[in-house]
């Protein structure tokens, strides 16, 4: 969708209100996207761990649309074009909570989420459709496991936590995900440089680097062109991914403001605690050999973090904003630091060299 900003008028703009409005969010003049209406989405996209730039594209208008269904408003069942919302997560989240794995509570109803309620439904003596219809929510509605601190997904990462683990990167399958394209230009340094660019170039030192010692590597594109979120996730998963690396870098309205911070997948309710700690591990590389502020890591709902089945994490390198980083960020010389800072926290990883048990 054509991304919807400040000054943008219109029945688009109207809807966007309407929804936020429905979720607590107000703004001031319907139908035109001004300064109330931006603070409102940029609260909105906060809640809901996105990026928080107060403009509506493709993930923000997915959130919005997801965020009106409740449990229980409509039947959720597998079909081509995949339901998804606030309802499907609820969903997800009380099946796993007792003991039916759906995976991560991320609000799509897939193969997973169809196999739970067919177990659940079996258990609990209902037709066994796969659909979660009025009868088989009013069951789960009044069942609740309080004292159940983990929930069936969050054993599961657990568990793979604890499995044996490699002993190099060999064979390990990596998907790079090298943030925008000329189409999505993203950030931009004062000498005009695009953050696309940046993040391509240092996602293709990482892919050598970590081809050379035996990994498989795949990108989620090329130097000009890029897939939608959605598609990008999709493949990742088709790989059968060890771990996804996201590439991204910030920028701010002050000058100031510094340092490389990371996200993972996470709610109020759950986070991918494998997601976290590739996350933290490359942040803290990255930390460690260039010196930058820990801007720490962050839980997120973005869709490369949701809807990817393997863990994954994004990590945002510096701000293209700040002079003197930003500078530095346009370098080759620190792309290849940043490189070697990455590849050393995806060995970490994959290895468990930096694991610490609970």
């Not at 996207?33 to 906060?46: G, N």
């Not at 928080?52 to 208008?61: C, P, Q, S």
């Not at 590739?278 to 942040?283: E, K, T």
Request: proline content about 3%; glycine content about 8%.
């Amino acid at each position: 969708m054509k991304l919807i900003r400040l000054g943008a008028t219109g029945d688009d703009v109207t809807d966007i209100q309407r929804r936020l409005a429905a979720l607590g969010f107000r703004s001031a003049v319907p139908g035109v996207f001004d300064a109330s209406t931006k603070a409102a989405v940029r609260a909105f996209q906060q809640q809901r761990g996105l990026t928080t730039d107060g403009i509506v594209g493709d993930e923000t208008w997915d959130a919005l649309v997801a965020a009106s269904f409740r449990l229980g408003d409509r039947m959720l069942y597998l079909t081509r074009e995949v339901h998804s919302g606030d309802d499907v997560r609820e969903l997800q989240r009380r099946l796993n909570r007792l003991g039916f794995e759906c995976g991560h509570d991320d609000g799509t109803y897939g193969e997973l989420t169809a196999e739970a309620v067919r177990e659940f439904q079996l258990n609990a003596g209902l037709d066994v459709d796969g659909i979660a219809g009025p009868e088989t929510v009013d069951v789960l509605l009044r069942l609740h496991r309080a004292h159940q601190a983990s929930s069936a997904a969050v054993i599961g990462e657990r568990a793979a936590l604890r499995r044996p683990h490699r002993t190099s990167v060999t064979g390990a399958m990596i998907f790079l995900d090298p943030f925008g394209d000329t189409d999505r230009p993203g950030h931009a340094f004062a000498d005009s440089t695009r953050e696309h660019e940046l993040t391509w170039q240092i996602c293709a030192l990482l892919d050598g680097r970590l081809t050379a010692r035996g990994a498989h590597v795949r990108l989620s594109r090329g130097p000009h062109n890029t897939m939608s979120s959605e598609a990008r996730a999709a493949y990742a998963n088709a790989e059968q991914t060890d771990a996804v690396l996201s590439v991204q870098m910030n920028a701010a309205p002050s000058a100031a403001a510094k340092g490389a911070s990371a996200r993972f997948f996470g709610t109020d309710a759950q986070i991918s605690e494998r997601g976290q700690q590739l996350a933290n591990l490359c942040l803290d590389a990255v930390v460690a050999a260039t010196g930058t502020p820990h801007c720490r890591a962050h839980p997120s709902t973005t869709t490369m973090l949701r809807a990817t089945r393997a863990p994954a994490a994004v990590i945002e390198l510096g701000y293209l904003s700040h002079p003197e980083e930003g500078q530095k960020l346009t370098e080759p010389a620190y792309q290849r630091l940043l490189a070697d800072a990455l590849v050393a926290g995806l060995i970490a990883f994959l290895t468990r060299s930096a694991l610490i048990e609970a």
